[in-house]
T-cell receptor, first 114, second 114 residues
Framework: DTAVSQTPKYLVTQMGNDKSIKCEQNLGHDTMYWYKQDSKKFLKIMFSYNNKELIINETVPNRFSPKSPDKAHLNLHINSLELGDSAVYFC?????????????FGPGTRLTVL | AQKVTQAQTEISVVEKEDVTLDCVYETRDTTYYLFWYKQPPSGELVFLIRRNSFDEQNEISGRYSWNFQKSTSSFNFTITASQVVDSAVYFCAPPGNQGGKLIFGQGTELSVKP
């Protein structure tokens, strides 16, 4: 069974469109995250949610809006897509919030904005 | 401020060679954790190990071993008798100071040639 899943795996769209990426974890974890990996493989945190509550928003443009309907899901909606949004987006989860908890990652969603 | 450095951008070895990947983590914290992740060419992020700063003993798991030297803030990762399947980008990632986020190093791309 997949622990952290994301859909879609690939997303190709035009500038200015709005798109969503879905993430689900079946590990029973309390905390979920979104990371962005750029073309140089640099990974950076975007958001962190604990028990459906936002706890980190790492100065991400407000065109990005995460939503957590329940502990097992964290979706990412992006408005007015720009070329610079092209990247791989990873969802992750950890048991609880804390510096000692390993995070488990989804397979990633490769977003290409044309 | 925290700073994580993986100075080796790319390493290329021939199968069966041993290879060591370096990670230096500068922080004012006296105790901390650090995680290693592997990203193979297929793109997923795979959790390898969690190490903590109060344990300087080597940890060994099969062909993998990890060594922490507090005096130099170095967390090193050694693969013994490397195999082609070890080819991947390896990231070290300490936790940030809030919300459980991980701060990823730049990554080291390991290429193991047959």
């Amino acid at each position: 069974d997949t622990a952290v899943s994301q859909t879609p795996k690939y997303l190709v769209t035009q500038m200015g469109n709005d798109k969503s990426i879905k993430c689900e974890q079946n590990l029973g974890h309390d905390t979920m995250y979104w990371y962005k990996q750029d073309s140089k493989k640099f990974l950076k945190i975007m958001f962190s949610y604990n028990n459906k509550e936002l706890i980190i928003n790492e100065t991400v443009p407000n065109r990005f809006s995460p939503k957590s309907p329940d502990k097992a899901h964290l979706n990412l909606h992006i408005n007015s897509l720009e070329l610079g949004d092209s990247a791989v987006y990873f969802c992750a989860s950890s048991q609880v919030v804390g510096a000692y908890n390993e995070q488990f990652f989804g397979p990633g969603t490769r977003l290409t904005v044309l | 401020a925290q700073k994580v450095t993986q100075a080796q951008t790319e390493i290329s070895v021939v199968e069966k060679e041993d290879v060591t990947l370096d990670c230096v983590y500068e922080t004012r914290d006296t105790t901390y954790y650090l995680f290693w992740y592997k990203q193979p060419p297929s793109g997923e992020l795979v959790f390898l190990i969690r190490r903590n700063s109060f344990d300087e003993q080597n940890e060994i798991s099969g062909r993998y071993s990890w060594n922490f030297q507090k005096s130099t803030s170095s967390f090193n990762f050694t693969i013994t008798a490397s195999q082609v399947v070890d080819s991947a980008v390896y990231f070290c990632a300490p936790p940030g100071n809030q919300g459980g986020k991980l701060i990823f190093g730049q990554g080291t791309e390991l290429s193991v040639k047959p």
